[in-house]
């Protein structure tokens, strides 16, 4: 029995594969992710994540910009292993759209990159779109509808969920990857939500019963586990609870690929004790003046922002400073204005920036490759 066929998630991807002198073999060869980080996950990680047998998501993000996404994702291409331009019919990635943001944006860059439009041609005569379409953060639905009408048979959806309830219904819709993420996922999630030691388990036991249910149709789809996964034992343990595979964020961060400031990949390779230092919040959207909906926070290493809303929560009773009074916290004596968060992101100071990771950042110590990073991930698999 091949990997792929005994891998949920790797069987999805089967279809991806690239020349060799000995045939054609599986591109997605592990049962990693790249997750789609905005300000880290851009050409070179993509590239290098795809060249080692995982699929990267490349983060849409907070888009306003269409003409650029779809010059960057152009850019990809050329920094491939990829001696198969002229007969494959995907890229070996996928984009990741945050679904609230693109209800506001609009479809019309989600229809151009499923046209191919993120491609390169140099010679071959088909563009080729990406591999998959992830999608975070509401409803799904009517852009789930819109890759299956205009998509290129065989591209993928990925639903990232936070609930067993929305585990259901996306397998109610026949997605064909759910990924569960957990409270220790870095960056934006849920803020009503269980551990993946919890989450994973529950819902693969969920999964199952329903696609073994005589008559229900429903197929079980691969599932795959976000939030604090930085060791190999860890997606051992998330395997044996169900899951085929994982979504890793903060573990690609500190890679010499990234394209993360230095500063900040330091700090966070100084950064110990996860649970104790990083903090949820929801303050870092307000000082950046992004609308995200109620039910979300974010996780980030604490600094001193997180420190002093913590101090007036405890102190002064103030709970989630919202509007031009955020902006106090950036100083110490509450006299903080816009352009103080204006100077700090310029100055790229993460005394006072978000710096997003998840609680395993305590796990990692030395930057290396994304390559050495996913091969400490997969372990004895390999």
């Known amino acids: ?27 997605v060869t592990k049962p990693i992710v790249s997750a789609p980080m905005n300000g880290w996950s851009g050409s070179r990680l993509v590239a290098a994540v795809a060249n080692h047998g995982g699929m990267p998501i490349y983060p849409i993000g907070y888009f306003t910009d269409p003409a650029a996404i779809l010059k960057d994702l152009q850019t990809i291409p050329s920094l491939l292993n990829d001696d198969n331009k002229d007969d494959s019919k995907f890229m070996p990635y996928g984009v990741g759209f945050i679904t609230f943001w693109l209800d506001r944006q609009g479809p019309e860059l989600l229809l151009s990159i499923l046209k191919g439009q993120g491609d390169q041609l140099n010679g071959h005569s088909t563009p080729r779109p990406p591999a998959a379409v992830w999608f975070s953060f509401g409803d799904y639905k009517p852009y789930l509808n819109m890759v299956r009408e205009h998509a290129v048979a065989g591209t993928k959806v990925i639903v990232q969920v936070q609930t067993v309830q929305q585990a259901l219904e996306a397998q109610q819709d026949n997605v064909d990857v759910i990924v569960l993420q957990g409270t220790e996922s870095g960056g934006h999630g849920a803020q009503r939500v269980v551990p993946l030691m919890t989450l994973v388990p529950e819902v693969a036991q969920a999964l199952q019963e329903r696609a073994s249910t005589p008559g229900s149709g429903l197929a079980m789809p691969a599932v795959l586990a976000a939030g604090g996964i930085s060791n190999a034992a860890q997606v051992r343990a998330v395997q044996a609870m169900g899951a085929s595979g994982v979504v890793i964020g903060t573990g690609f961060m500190p890679t010499n690929e990234s394209h993360g400031p230095q ?20 303050i870092f959207d307000e000082l950046r003046e992004f ?28 709970f989630e400073q919202k509007g031009p009074a955020v902006f106090k916290l950036l100083r110490e004596d509450r006299t903080g204005t816009k352009q103080d968060w204006e100077r700090a992101t310029k100055e790229q100071d993460f005394d006072l920036l978000p710096l997003w990771c998840g609680a395993g950042v305590g796990m990692l110590k030395k930057q290396v490759s994304a390559a050495n990073f996913m091969d400490q991930l997969m372990g004895d698999q390999q």
């Open 1 to 27: 029995m091949s990997t792929a066929t005994k891998n949920a998630f790797l069987g999805t991807f089967k279809h991806i594969t690239r020349r060799t002198a000995a045939g054609r073999v599986p591109q």
């Open 263 to 282: 500063i900040a990949k330091d700090r966070l390779l100084q950064t110990g004790d996860g649970g104790e230092n990083t903090v949820r919040t929801r």
């Open 291 to 318: 609308d995200w909906p109620q039910g979300y926070d974010g996780r980030v290493v604490r600094n001193l922002v997180t420190q002093r809303e913590e101090e007036d929560l405890r102190e002064r009773g103030l």
